[in-house]
């Protein structure tokens, strides 16, 4: 599961008070109240903050403030060259490239030794979670950005790839193990040959992990190293969120026929959202960050990104996790050097699955950052950063001596 957990706890929130409001038929309101009753457990220590907010700041001021968020931050106006795969079932999948910026102009024509080309350059494909887009990666791409060749696209239903033809053909469920097949697609078009490091955030990880259990050949190939951020190999139905027990029991035995129901109002519930965004901003960062301190500009960043996901999308994706166990596949990454990385107050994909990972990679590096929460590429960039800068050169993505940009260079 993803950070959106909580973006489908915020939205399911949202409909329920806006259900009752509107005076929907009866069934729908014993939903919403259902709903209502289950997700207060979790919206209750965000809300707590709100109505305190409430206090000092009013909604007019807040709603300004959104917009001048939204006018002046550079998150997320990093572009490459686009591109477009096609997946197995037809979806268009969209995708950008980032090359090497060659030094004084265009690259000189390389005399071949022996006969043999030059090695083709390694390529960073990038894979985002759950309720994100590609631009979740700022940061990092913004330090990559022509050191190495990065591919960065968006999972079929998200950002600005098209919604999953499966879905809206046949309403066909969403797996895992389809990601998969989607990361292989994007592969094919954006890297056809050439050596590939894979780095995938949360249910990006998941794909890559499920690229992995159906292309085993491709890894053992061309993979040459692998980073695991925020993520799980499985057993997601035991995550608690951080809730007591009767809460988190409430929740798994609602939530997935909520979501459905909400998933076929998805207009009624947009509008719910929008009505109640104060909760819905407070219960995103509860689960996003963990820091005290997190710069607005990149909490509204990730607001934004959540807020982008329409509801039936998150209704869709939802039932896959519980689903996912991908636990044998992660041998197919022996031999290569793996970075898993997790912030320690991460309450969707807590640490210790990334631990559990570590342990099955013994020759991994397992780092677990402090005060971080889910999205921790966008809170600790600078952490994520060197790392993976660390990892590339391990793999001689870039030579060590290479000089990555710094996670500040938010619009270069």
């Given at each position: 599961m993803s950070e959106s957990s909580a973006e489908a706890v915020a939205s399911a929130a949202s409909a329920a008070v806006v259900a009752s409001a509107t005076g929907a038929a009866g069934g729908w309101r014993r939903a919403t109240g259902v709903a209502g009753a289950a997700i207060g457990v979790i919206a209750a220590g965000a809300a707590?903050?709100?109505?305190?907010?409430?206090?000092?700041?009013?909604?007019?001021?807040?709603?300004?403030?959104?917009?001048?968020?939204?006018?002046?931050?550079?998150?997320?106006?990093?572009?490459?060259?686009?591109?477009?795969?096609?997946?197995?079932?037809?979806?268009?999948l969209y995708y950008e490239v980032d090359d090497v910026e060659p030094e004084g102009g265009p690259a000189p024509?390389?005399?071949?030794?022996?006969?043999?080309?030059?090695?083709?350059?390694?390529?960073?494909?990038?894979?985002?979670?759950?309720?994100?887009?590609?631009?979740?990666?700022?940061?990092?791409?913004?330090?990559?950005?022509?050191?190495?060749?990065?591919?960065?696209?968006?999972?079929?239903?998200?950002?600005?790839?098209?919604?999953?033809?499966?879905?809206?053909?046949?309403?066909?469920?969403?797996?895992?193990?389809?990601?998969?097949?989607?990361l292989r697609a994007v592969i094919d078009a954006a890297v056809p040959e050439g050596p590939i490091v894979l780095v995938g955030h949360s249910m990006g990880g998941m794909t890559v992990m499920a690229l992995a259990a159906q292309y085993p050949e491709l890894i053992r190939e061309r993979v040459v190293a692998t980073a695991l951020v925020g993520t799980s190999s499985g057993r997601l139905g035991e995550v608690n969120f951080g809730l007591p027990v009767a809460g988190?029991?409430?929740?798994?035995?609602?939530?997935?026929?909520?979501?459905?129901?909400?998933?076929q109002r998805a207009e009624l519930v947009e509008k719910g959202r929008r009505?109640?965004?104060?909760?819905?901003?407070?219960?995103?960062?509860?689960?996003?960050?963990?820091?005290?301190?997190?710069d607005p500009a990149v909490a509204r960043f990730a607001e934004r990104m959540i807020e982008g996901t329409p509801i039936d999308v998150v209704a869709e994706f939802y039932p896959a996790f519980n689903d996912h166990d991908k636990t044998e596949a992660l041998a197919c990454f022996q031999g290569m050097p793996v970075l898993?990385?997790?912030?320690?107050?991460d309450l969707v994909t807590p640490s210790e699955h990334s631990e559990a990972i570590a342990d099955l990679l013994p020759d991994a590096e397992l780092v677990l950052v402090p005060d971080a929460g889910h999205l921790v590429m966008l809170e600790h960039p600078e952490v994520v950063t060197d790392r993976l800068a660390d990892l590339l050169a391990r793999a001689g993505a870039v030579p060590s001596t290479a000089t990555v940009g710094g996670c500040d260079s938010a619009s270069s």
């Open positions: 707590a903050g709100v109505a305190l907010e409430r206090m000092t700041v009013g909604r007019g001021m807040r709603a300004k403030a959104r917009l001048a968020l939204d006018a002046a931050g550079p998150y997320g106006a990093l572009r490459g060259t686009p591109g477009r795969a096609v997946a197995d079932d037809g979806t268009e024509r390389r005399r071949r030794l022996f006969g043999r080309k030059a090695p083709l350059p390694v390529t960073v494909v990038f894979s985002h979670g759950y309720c994100l887009t590609q631009d979740s990666w700022h940061f990092q791409r913004a330090a990559l950005r022509g050191v190495v060749r990065t591919v960065h696209w968006d999972q079929r239903s998200h950002g600005r790839s098209a919604r999953g033809a499966a879905q809206l053909r046949d309403g066909a469920p969403v797996s895992i193990d389809q990601l998969g097949r989607d988190v029991n409430v929740v798994r035995r609602v939530l997935p026929g909520v979501l459905k129901a909400l998933g009505a109640t965004a104060d909760l819905f901003a407070g219960v995103i960062k509860r689960y996003s960050f963990a820091s005290r301190d997190v898993v990385l997790a912030g320690i107050g």
